[in-house]
């Protein structure tokens, strides 16, 4: 598919990134297909707690409008999601059924839903909760874009029904994150909003490793964690950063820690951003361990891999400063070669000329 294509995303926000990560994937997704000659219109509801933390309010990339509610969608934007190539709904779009519904029924091009919530949403429609997709509305879908791969995407489809499901993971922007010069401040950091089912492995790998590391320095940034917690005295806490500062956050950390939510861990195969932004910044990444991590870095070589706070421990007291470089150098070279926006985008494209090829041969 060589000729430009109109693309309509609905997705949950790429104004703000307050309390969510869709925004940094959407933003590098836009801007890279954008640079492939593509014209791109971001549709995002306009919902009180993003207006109040619009970090990039008007993206340089394609179009952004806001709407305040479903019926202001339909009337504004019917003829654009109608005469458009490939409309994207994305996941946790408020009425996301209704909306995907309607863009079903009023594109006439290739009709896509793009999960960055894969396990979340298995869960919820397993619950019978459709919040956002229901399992009727799956097949209506041409394409099926997950944050998830693996096992995940045959059931997707024999399951759901879901016509043709596809890995779309999140990336990084290589222009906005790369090694830095910022000195030190912390032996290990965290950076992610506050999720129940996340915080214990937070609580086993780094707050019980500050306990036991009064020497140590250590620091979480993310937004909505409880007055409860009990943080150790060494941990350093920041409410929130906006993705221009992760960088330097980054660069600031001698070692930068991941933790995967309890569905995520259980569906394998999803990838944080974070895993992606910290390697692209040269700083090495500490990860829980879950099915199909070997796919994206090599365990032991471009990853590490910890289940307990003594796990931790002994890498940031015993690994030598040269080869905790190397660990970086090493991350960063597999993410230029195979995870930043510019391959989402060409993988995007691609699904697309499957679906036209596939078409043309049953017409």
């Known amino acids: 598919m060589t000729a430009a294509l109109d693309i309509v995303f609905l997705g949950l926000s790429i104004t703000s990134s307050w309390g969510n990560g869709h925004a940094t994937t959407y933003r590098g997704l836009v801007r890279e297909l954008t640079r492939l000659g593509h014209r791109v219109l971001f549709l995002e509801r306009d919902v009180p707690w993003y207006a109040a933390n619009r970090d990039l309010p008007r993206p340089a990339y394609g ?10 969608l ?4 019917a003829s654009a999601v109608a005469q458009a190539d490939l409309v994207l709904v994305g996941s946790y779009v408020p009425d996301g059924v209704e909306v995907g519904r309607w863009a079903i029924q009023t594109g006439r091009g290739i009709v896509a839903f793009y999960d960055i919530d894969t396990p979340v949403t298995l869960a919820k429609l397993a619950r019978g909760e459709h919040e956002y997709l229901s399992p009727q509305l799956v097949p209506g879908y041409d394409l099926y874009l997950s944050f998830t791969g693996g096992p995940v995407l045959a059931l997707l489809e024999r399951q759901y029904g879901a016509r043709a499901a596809r890995p779309l993971y999140c990336s990084v922007d290589p222009e906005l994150y790369a090694p830095g010069k910022d000195e030190r401040r912390w032996d290990l950091g965290y950076l992610g909003t506050y999720s129940a089912d996340r915080q214990p492995a937070l609580e086993s790998l780094m707050l019980e490793a500050a306990r036991r590391w009064p020497e140590g320095r250590f620091v979480v940034a993310g937004p909505q964690y409880p007055h409860s917690i009990a943080w150790p005295r060494r941990v350093e806490r920041i409410e929130h950063l906006a993705p221009p500062d992760h960088a330097a956050f980054y660069a600031a950390q001698r070692f930068t820690l991941n933790v995967t939510r309890a569905d995520m861990v259980r569906a394998g195969f999803s990838p944080s951003v974070r895993l992606f932004e910290a390697a692209a910044c ?19 070589s471009e990853i590490l891999l910890a289940r307990t706070a003594q796990d931790v421990l002994r890498v940031l007291r015993e690994m030598s400063e040269p080869e905790r470089r190397l660990f970086g150098i090493r991350a960063r070279d597999r993410v230029l070669r195979a995870h930043t926006a510019a391959h ?9 000329d499957e679906i036209h090829g596939r078409e043309k041969a049953l017409a």
Not at 63 to 71: N, V
Not at 74 to 77: A, L, Q
Request: no cysteine.
């Open 63 to 72: 179009e952004t409008e806001l709407y305040g509610s479903l019926q202001e």
């Open 74 to 77: 339909k009337d504004r934007f």
């Open 282 to 300: 040269g700083v090495p990444v500490i990860s829980d361990p879950w099915p199909g991590i070997d796919e994206f870095f090599e365990p032991g």
């Open 344 to 352: 989402r985008a060409r993988a995007l494209v691609g699904y697309l």
